[in-house]
């Protein structure tokens, strides 16, 4: 009927996303990683989105503190050549001296095709057009 098969996306389908949550201990050391963090970056593509130092919770057991991170990568092949990157790890060492990290964690992206038709699902009359015949002429 309407079913869509699911496959584990292939690390060059969909963006992946960085979501990360630290607690700056010593902003002029993390400042010295912000500084390098950008170039870095956008050598692998990377956009970033944005931060919020005063996140709230709507729900949830855990709710976070602390600085909120969220940029993206066009895909899963470049996120983990910029986490493997000598000059990313050189750098990331003024992250660990200048914050305490909670996780730096990726999420993958939905294919385009899985978002277009999960939106395309929600319109109303969706199961109405599966029903309807073409008409020739």
């Excluded at 496959?7 to 630290?22: E, F, G, Q, T």
């Excluded at 919020?52 to 996120?79: C, H, V, W, Y």
């Amino acid at each position: 009927a309407d079913q869509v098969v699911r496959r584990s996306p292939k690390m060059s389908d969909v963006a992946v996303y960085a979501v990360v949550n630290l607690h700056v201990t010593e902003p002029a050391v993390y400042r010295q990683y912000e500084k390098g963090f950008f170039p870095l970056l956008k050598k692998y593509g990377g956009e970033f989105i944005t931060y919020d130092d005063a996140p709230f919770t709507l729900e949830g057991e855990a709710p976070r503190n602390g600085r909120m991170i969220i940029f993206k990568f066009p895909s899963e092949a470049q996120a983990r050549a910029w986490y493997a990157d000598p000059d990313y790890q050189a750098l990331s060492e003024h992250r660990r001296a200048g914050t305490r990290l909670e996780f730096l964690t990726m999420v993958r992206g939905m294919r385009h095709a899985e978002v277009l038709l999960t939106r395309v699902r929600q319109l109303p009359g969706y199961h109405l057009f599966l029903l309807k015949k073409p008409q020739n002429g």
